[in-house]
């Protein structure tokens, strides 16, 4: 642990002192922010003492990202949430702007540091440390996931950057330089297995000991992990985060029973039924929208945000020593699908046909028939298969059939040839209309 006294300080402890920071925070926004100085005087509350502590957040009102692009301006191309001078930000990161303008994220050089800190802890949770090689595959910049790249010269690593685009690049440094561990998007992982296989490489015989995976859902599903460790001849642990609050805010020990939040003491997280926006209590086995809230942020500071990733919480006491809830991110609620009342992520999909390895690569694509979330069955599935498979209408039936008993949904599974589905060197699409 980087920081034993903080991971396994007792949760109803941290509580107390997120609590602290928590009057603080509002107190801060109240008076910096003019987003939320009009939100929460929408509800009654112009002085911080009026919301409460912490216990009460769930009565404050959620923030939707789009609630945030709306303010923004060509004088303000941040938004009104914004809370500090141009002068007070050392740092810009942008997402990926999916409606054609990207949103940006400033930083002040203190929340730079809580962004490191956060990703430094989740990523030393898998095992890691000081004095190892490990070689990265995220871009720099724009975009916030190069922000956690710091964060392995804070653990004490040689650390090796790659971007995307030099697979055959990266697997010859792998050989050269024998890193031990490595970190890229499942679905990078996933790619770089084949691409070796094809080459006669050995990648299971490579120098690489551990596999962090972060950036997408995946990492934490038992069929496309095993894949994963059996590909590499490594241990398999992900990370989480969200590029608006920090990025690697969660990460996997190597007891693999959930994300450890790395971001204690510097966000809250609570559990929300993404239907309703009720408050979900974070208990063992519980499921919903995760919502954050930052607890000592300067420049953009955010007051339960919804971050969209449909989660599972583990409370029960992990082998590792840290505490507090830790977390498996099951999909993005913006990518579930309703069929006929039943909610249906695309990576559970993906997660039922991995039961049915070799015969199938596990690429699969939900291909919706109708605009929007609500679909009528049956839902069309397209499943890659091995490489040294044909065609076969029972393994379709099978598949269709382990789909229905496990996910109660009915589809359409149409088996296509091996090389089919895209491979990505970043994240996979899983929903294709």
């Not at 091995?386 to 598949?399: F, N, T, V």
């Not at 996910?407 to 040839?417: A, C």
Request: aromatic share 6%.
């Amino acid at each position: 642990m980087l920081d034993r006294a903080v991971e396994t300080r007792p949760w109803d402890e941290q509580l107390r002192l997120d609590d602290a920071a928590y009057r603080t925070q509002l107190t801060y926004l109240l008076t910096r922010s003019a987003f939320y100085r009009e939100r929460l005087a929408a509800i009654g509350i112009v002085e911080p003492a009026a919301a409460g502590g912490i216990g009460g957040i769930g009565a404050l009102p959620l923030t939707e990202k789009a609630e945030l692009t709306a303010t923004a301006t060509e004088e303000n191309p941040v938004g009104t949430h914004l809370c500090v001078d141009r002068s007070a930000i050392v740092r810009f990161y942008s997402t990926s702007g999916t409606t054609g303008t990207p949103a940006f994220i400033p930083l002040t050089a203190s929340d730079l540091d809580g962004w490191l800190t956060t990703s430094a802890r989740s990523y030393a949770a898998s095992g890691i440390r000081a004095g190892e090689r490990i070689v990265s595959t995220y871009n720099a910049g724009p975009f916030a996931a190069g922000a956690a790249l710091a964060a392995f010269d804070r653990i004490g690593m040689c650390h090796v950057p790659f971007g995307t685009g030099n697979t055959e690049r990266l697997v010859q440094a792998i050989r050269l330089l024998r890193p031990e561990a490595a970190v890229l998007t499942p679905s990078y992982a996933a790619h770089l297995i084949e691409w070796t296989a094809a080459r006669g490489i050995d990648l299971h015989a490579s120098s690489i000991r551990r596999v962090l995976v972060a950036g997408e859902p995946g990492g934490g599903e038992p069929g496309f992990r095993a894949r994963l460790e059996d590909g590499w001849g490594a241990k398999v642990t992900e990370a989480m985060g969200i590029g608006d609050v920090g990025v690697s805010l969660w990460g996997e020990c190597e007891h693999q029973d959930g994300m450890h939040l790395g971001g204690r003491g510097i966000v809250h997280p609570e559990l929300i039924d993404p239907a309703t926006g009720a408050t979900v209590e974070m208990a063992d086995g519980a499921t919903g929208e995760l919502v954050l809230t930052h607890l000592r942020h300067q420049a953009a500071p955010l007051l339960r945000f919804r971050t969209r990733d449909h989660v599972l919480v583990r409370t029960s006491p992990c082998p590792c020593g840290r505490t507090g809830p830790r977390v498996r991110c099951i999909g993005r609620t913006d990518d579930m699908l309703i069929v006929r009342g039943v909610n249906v992520f695309p990576s559970a999909i993906r997660e039922v046909v991995g039961q049915f390895l070799p015969r199938v690569s596990g690429h699969v694509i939900v291909r919706p028939t109708a605009p929007g979330v609500k679909q009528e069955p049956p839902l069309p599935v397209q499943v890659e298969l091995a490489s040294e498979e044909a065609g076969d209408p029972l393994l379709a039936d099978a598949i269709r059939e382990r789909l229905r008993s496990v996910l109660v949904v009915q589809t359409t599974i149409d088996l296509v040839p091996f090389g089919s589905l895209a491979r990505s060197e970043y994240k996979s699409k899983l929903v294709e209309r």
